[in-house]
């Protein structure tokens, strides 16, 4: 995965904006969808980046994949780095960009829901 790869996938995803909403972090590219986010990643080197994580199998999966590491800035228990050095398939990268992304839409309010169904 690449870049612009993880770029298009992250906005074709219903009501995704995209910023660089940390003055002092400026090459932090965040994705969010109303606004909440849901990966982040530093455009300048793109050799990681953070999603959200299911609680409950968030250690088993750090344990299975060594790509996948506690974050450096957000909380460890619902969050993780994962690092873009060609040990996980594109396919799996994906899947938990997509993961990330319902974690953070399930936890919408109704009237956010409803919004975004209507996008």
Same mark, same amino acid.
Not at 40 to 65: G, H, M, N, W
Not at 78 to 92: C, L, P, Q, T
């Given at each position: =995965?690449? #870049?612009?790869?993880?770029?298009?996938? *992250?906005?074709?995803? @219903? /009501?995704?904006?995209?910023?660089? !909403?940390? !003055?002092?972090?400026?090459? %932090? $590219?965040?994705?969010?969808?109303? /606004?909440? =986010?849901?990966? &982040?990643?530093? #455009?300048? %080197?793109?050799?990681?980046?953070? %999603?959200? *994580?299911?609680?409950?199998? #968030?250690?088993? $999966?750090? &344990? +299975?994949? =060594? &790509?996948? +590491?506690?974050?450096?800035?957000?909380? @460890?228990?619902?969050?993780?780095?994962?690092?873009?050095? /060609?040990? #996980?398939?594109?396919?799996?990268?994906?899947?938990?960009?997509? %993961?990330?992304?319902?974690?953070?839409?399930?936890?919408?309010?109704?009237? +956010?829901?409803?919004? $975004?169904?209507?996008?």
């Amino acid at each position: =995965m690449n #870049i612009e790869e993880y770029r298009l996938h *992250c906005l074709s995803k @219903k /009501g995704v904006t995209e910023s660089i !909403p940390f !003055p002092k972090l400026p090459n %932090i $590219l965040v994705f969010k969808v109303k /606004g909440k =986010m849901f990966t &982040a990643t530093d #455009i300048t %080197i793109f050799d990681s980046f953070s %999603i959200k *994580c299911v609680p409950e199998t #968030i250690d088993e $999966l750090r &344990a +299975q994949y =060594m &790509a996948l +590491q506690e974050p450096s800035y957000f909380s @460890k228990k619902h969050w993780s780095r994962v690092d873009v050095d /060609g040990s #996980i398939s594109d396919k799996i990268l994906f899947e938990w960009l997509d %993961i990330s992304y319902n974690l953070v839409v399930a936890k919408l309010t109704r009237k +956010q829901k409803t919004e $975004l169904e209507n996008v």
